[in-house]
C-alpha cells in the first residue's frame, strides 16, 4: 500500500502541518549565527557598565524568543486567541519572572 502525504501527516493523530519548514530552520539559524557574532563583537568594544551588560541581555532575550519560539514549536503549535495563547502565556510567564527578579535584586541594592 502507497502512502501519501496526507497519510503521513496525519499518522497516528498528529497533524505536522503546523510544524516548522526547513527554509524557516535556517532563518532562525542565520539569525542565531548573526546576533552571536554582534554579541562577541559587542564584547570586545571596551564598554563597562551597563553599556556591555544592558545591549547583551537584549540580544540574549531575543535568542531566547527564536530559540523557545522556533525550536520548541511556539509559533505554530495551539492555535487558539488569534493562534498565540501558549506563545502569549509563555513569554508573559517570562516576563513576570524577569520583573521578580529584577524587583528582588532592587530590593537588595537599595534596600527596599
Known amino acids: 500500500m502507497a502512502h501519501t502525504a496526507h497519510d503521513t501527516d496525519t499518522h497516528h493523530g498528529h497533524d505536522h502541518a503546523a510544524h ?9 539559524f542565520v539569525l542565531l549565527v548573526a546576533l552571536t557574532a554582534v ?15 544592558i545591549p547583551l541581555l537584549v540580544m540574549m532575550t531575543v535568542k531566547f524568543f527564536l530559540v523557545a519560539g522556533a525550536f520548541m514549536h511556539l509559533y505554530f503549535d495551539l ?27 532592587a530590593s537588595f541594592r537599595f534596600n527596599i
Open 39 to 53: 554579541e562577541v563583537a559587542w564584547s570586545f568594544l571596551g564598554a563597562e557598565g551597563p553599556a556591555l551588560v
Open 20 to 28: 516548522p519548514t526547513e527554509k524557516q530552520y535556517w532563518m532562525v
Open 79 to 105: 492555535k487558539i486567541l488569534n493562534g498565540r495563547l501558549f506563545t502569549w502565556a509563555f513569554f508573559g510567564a517570562i516576563l513576570l519572572a524577569g520583573a521578580v527578579y529584577a524587583a528582588v535584586i
